[in-house]
């Protein structure tokens, strides 16, 4: 079973940065598809960027294009999230999920971009941005 614990949200003023961290345990190995997504009060929660472990190929939702990087450490099962350029509209509770405790393919991965096409989540963390 694969657990997932996200961290390093807080506040920042527009302009900012933070990189968020999702660190997983269990059958990490074959985990191979990863992504980060957002939730912000009354609204639905949406795929912000997705990763596939198998070879770094990244994906990325158009309103974060050019500002967020989503990356990998696979020495330590963990996935990033680099938010720079950040806006008052990027204010939600980040979640990082996993596609499945066992591998996918690279196109099921890229059309992955929904919240039922993941299985495993993680607590969240906050992120603010103050105008």
């Known amino acids: 079973q694969v657990q997932l614990v996200e961290s390093g949200g807080g506040s920042v003023q527009a302009g900012g940065s933070l990189r968020l961290s999702c660190a997983a345990s269990g059958y990490t190995s074959t985990s191979n598809c990863m992504a980060w997504f957002r939730q912000a009060p009354g609204k639905e929660r949406e795929r912000v960027a997705t990763?596939?472990?198998?070879?770094?190929?990244?994906y990325y939702a158009d309103f974060v294009k050019g500002r967020f990087t989503i990356s990998q450490d696979n020495a330590n099962n963990t996935v990033y999230l680099q938010m720079n350029s950040l806006k008052p509209e990027d204010t939600a509770m980040y979640y990082c999920?996993?596609?499945?405790?066992?591998?996918?393919?690279?196109?099921?991965?890229?059309?992955?971009?929904?919240?039922?096409?993941?299985?495993?989540w993680g607590q969240g963390t906050q992120v603010t941005v103050s105008s």
């Open positions: 990763i596939y472990t198998s070879t770094g190929a990244t």
């Open positions: 999920a996993a596609a499945s405790a066992y591998g996918i393919s690279r196109t099921s991965c890229r059309v992955a971009t929904k919240g039922v096409d993941f299985a495993v």
